[in-house]
């Protein structure tokens, strides 16, 4: 069950939370804390009322003015002073007008009153706590942003802008049609009175006494002639108010209730301002919600009910005080919150207003417009927040439609008696769920961000649900995030940090290869609203390069050959969260490599998109595999015959700081030379260099990159004891003295360097004997140029015993 008041409730929180803490500030600077505690408690009520009131009733942030003990004479002087005027103008936006003559405004959360020259509008700003309030002048097009005040600002059907000066007893009148005219002020310094709205220049107030149950309202004019402050008659001795708005600016319209819980009903009063007096009455019945209510010269319309048995809307005739039959125009459910508005035969409601903030749809989100004549029903908007009548008998609605979007809408009878909507000044937002901006990097380089990238989508509302999609264009794989924003507040910010990992066709997590991407944003607003929404774009990622990475992910990939010769492919992972750097997928090459003695990854030699291998055949023909990028090999090309007489080839280690990887060879007699490579793959080695003799004491070579932060890469030489040395590049084809690792490295079969698989940013080693295999990540120290093993699922103990090369 949709539960319409508890959310209409929930998503001001936050307002009362403000009004709270500007009601403790203000009533700080009373004379007793007695007063404070109760402004406090009046303010956070009135601010938990006014969002769901029609805006011309009270529009207050916080109101600090309280309620205390029954009044028996006039209280206050109306003074019209002479003070140092306070200025009426903030900001000023120069005029702005938007297609088709609509003016442009900022963003406006409800209107709150209309007069002659223009419109007071109110934007509810919940991350900074506070409420701006604007004057728009339709004539100009200019808005002007109002000073911020602690009680916000009323108007009354007139061009008369009212608010109470901050920390003061002194209330200002501004002339919104001369906004940089000097305002005239009233003084009301009784704190029992709390101050509730305006109708053109007269300010009303309210009282309630606890103690002797009494209530009162009055009216306090401009000026300081007698009669200025005026007692309203004819209410009824036990009246508490609860709201009240211009009719014109000669009457105004109140609601009230008497009695207490379980005898409490509900009241509306017709007040003519010439004679503080109530002119016309009707008893609504019993209501124990503050629900909304509007009149017009010849009518009175109303929401009655209650929240179990469901709310109505009625209206009746004016005249015979209450005597007139009410009729019932509506079934409005559990809509207790509903906006009325009357113009002309029509009656004018948004059962849900604030639609725009609700988690789920509902039919009865329109603003419509019904005929108390023939029940004829009209739509007017697709959603609204706030209507208020203007001077000339119109309204202006803030709402939206799909097909003008956001901003103030006025609804006027046409030629045919009809209402129809016309967007008189527009936000600029839609109404439908929209894109409204995106950070989203032209190239994510994911190996400098610890593997991960930021990206982020902000749709025009926060109440929505859907997915965003990333896919890599080459490959298909994809990875898809969703969203559901099912909560009363949000920036409407999809934000993402995408861990840099798209699962493969067995559903593990690898790392995502570089290349172009594509995402897809799919969005559906939770309030049904207007359509889904759907946008994509492009970018990059970009990948370091690894000597072992044969599929442009940046993570290394293990090459083994198992006995039949077929050669297979294990993409390694390691992730902020993984313990294991484990094998994401193990895929099959293909067969036919039995046929090679020989086979070693070397790195990219051939200047083309990822790394290579050499395999040398058993006449001692060495052949060129180019690594495509793809996890593939393009077709071999042959480098040259002669090498049948090297008893070991390692390659993958830059030995001469040109950027390339090269080659080193020890031949049958223990000579070691050096194969500079050129880049080119059809002649990818230079002329070799004999590097030095006494070689053939060492059963396993491993180029392994630059593991120690020297001039250049490194070698690893296991003698037949099984210590293994370090030899460090010293730029220029050469090595340093060798250093000791240590001992027992005999019981491994393979060393492979593939550069780093830890994601650490230095060089690691993969061990694989019998038992299995074990990752030794490197810290870059010469001195111990290894952390202890870690042992790794890559390959497992049966693995091993089925590959016979591992490279």
Do not use: C
């Not at 509007?294 to 709310?311: D, K």
């Amino acid at each position: 069950m949709f539960h319409d008041r508890a959310i209409a409730r929930r998503r001001f929180t936050e307002a009362e939370a403000e009004a709270e803490a500007e009601a403790n500030a203000e009533a700080n600077a009373s004379a007793t804390a007695e007063v404070a505690a109760h402004a406090a408690d009046t303010a956070r009520a009135a601010v938990t009322r006014a969002p769901r009131r029609r805006l011309a009733a009270a529009v207050t942030a916080v109101l600090a003015v309280t309620a205390g003990t029954a009044l028996t004479a006039a209280p206050a002087t109306a003074v019209a002073t002479t003070a140092a005027p306070t200025a009426a103008v903030a900001t000023t936006a120069a005029p702005a007008k938007a297609r088709d003559g609509v003016i442009s405004i900022p963003r406006t959360s409800r209107i709150v009153g209309a007069g002659q020259s223009g419109f007071l509008s109110a934007d509810i700003l919940t991350g900074q706590q506070k409420t701006v309030f604007r004057w728009t002048n339709t004539a100009t097009g200019v808005t002007t942003d109002l000073p911020d005040r602690y009680n916000g600002y009323h108007v009354g059907g007139s061009d008369t802008v009212a608010t109470r000066e901050n920390a003061t007893s002194r209330y200002a009148l501004h002339d919104m049609s001369s906004p940089g005219s000097s305002p005239k002020f009233i003084e009301q310094t009784d704190s029992r009175l709390l101050w509730r709205g305006i109708v053109g220049r007269t300010l009303a107030f309210s009282s309630w006494d606890e103690a002797t149950q009494k209530g009162q309202l009055r009216l306090i004019g401009e000026g300081n002639q007698v009669g200025s402050d005026r007692q309203v008659t004819g209410l009824p001795a036990d009246f508490r108010f609860q709201t009240m708005e211009p009719v014109s600016t000669t009457q105004m319209l109140v609601r009230y209730f008497v009695g207490g819980p379980g005898t409490k009903s509900s009241h509306l009063a017709v007040v003519d301002l010439a004679t503080a007096s109530v002119i016309e009455h009707r008893e609504l019945g019993k209501a124990p919600s503050d629900v909304d209510a509007a009149a017009s010269g010849n009518r009175l319309a109303w929401v009655v009910g209650t929240p179990v048995g469901g709310y109505e809307l009625k209206y009746a005739d004016r005249g015979g005080n209450g005597s007139t039959p009410a009729v019932t125009l509506a079934n409005l459910g559990n809509a207790g919150d509903a906006h009325v508005s009357l113009l002309g035969d029509w009656v004018a409601y948004a059962p849900l207003p604030y639609a725009q903030n609700y988690t789920s749809p509902s039919e009865r989100f329109a603003f419509n417009a019904v005929n108390v004549v023939d029940k004829t029903t009209v739509k007017l908007l697709d959603h609204a927040t706030s209507a208020v009548s203007t001077p000339d008998g119109a309204l202006l609605v803030r709402g939206g439609t799909l097909a003008r979007g956001e901003g103030i809408y006025r609804i006027a009878l046409g030629t045919n008696g009809a209402p129809s909507a016309t967007l008189i000044a527009s936000t600029g937002e839609s109404t439908a769920l929209t894109l409204v901006g995106k950070d989203v990097p032209q190239v994510a380089e994911l190996d400098k961000n610890g593997g991960a990238a930021t990206l982020s989508w902000t749709l025009s509302r926060y109440n929505a649900k859907g997915s965003v999609t990333l896919r890599h264009v080459r490959t298909g794989q994809s990875k898809q995030f969703t969203f559901d924003f099912n909560t009363p507040h949000g920036t409407g910010a999809v934000t993402f940090r995408w861990d840099g990992l798209l699962p493969n066709a067995q559903g593990y997590g690898a790392l995502a290869p570089g290349g172009d991407y594509t995402w897809e944003l799919d969005a559906t607003p939770l309030n049904g609203i207007g359509p889904s929404l759907k946008e994509s774009g492009t970018f990059k990622v970009v990948r370091a390069t690894n000597m072992h990475d044969y599929t442009d992910n940046g993570s290394p990939d293990l090459l083994a050959r198992d006995a039949s010769g077929v050669l297979w492919r294990d993409d390694t992972v390691k992730t902020p969260l993984s313990s294991d750097t484990y094998s994401a997928e193990r895929v099959r090459i293909g067969g036919g490599w039995q046929v090679f003695n020989q086979l070693e990854a070397v790195g990219d030699i051939a200047g083309g998109a990822a790394a290579d291998l050499v395999a040398r055949d058993a006449s001692g023909v060495l052949w060129l595999y180019e690594g495509k990028g793809d996890g593939n090999f393009a077709a071999r090309t042959k480098i040259g015959g002669g090498w049948g007489g090297y008893s070991r080839l390692t390659g993958g280690s830059d030995l001469d700081g040109d950027g390339r990887s090269d080659l080193l060879a020890t031949d049958t007699a223990g000579t070691l030379w050096f194969y500079k490579s050129t880049g080119n793959a059809s002649t990818p080695f230079a002329a070799r260099v004999k590097l030095g003799g006494g070689w053939g004491i060492y059963n396993q070579l491993t180029a392994v990159g630059n593991i120690t932060a020297s001039a250049a890469g490194d070698l690893l030489a296991r003698d037949t004891s099984g210590v293994l040395w370090l030899y460090e590049g010293k730029g220029d084809g050469n090595f340093a003295t060798r250093t000791k690792i240590g001992g027992g490295w005999g019981a491994f079969t393979h060393l492979v360097g593939v550069g780093d698989a830890n994601r650490d940013g230095r060089g690691d080693l993969y061990a694989v004997g019998p038992g299995g295999s074990k990752l030794y990540a490197g810290t870059g120290d010469a001195a111990t140029p290894f952390k202890p093993p870690v042992t790794s699922s890559v390959y497992s103990d049966l693995d091993a015993a089925g590959f016979n090369t591992v490279f």
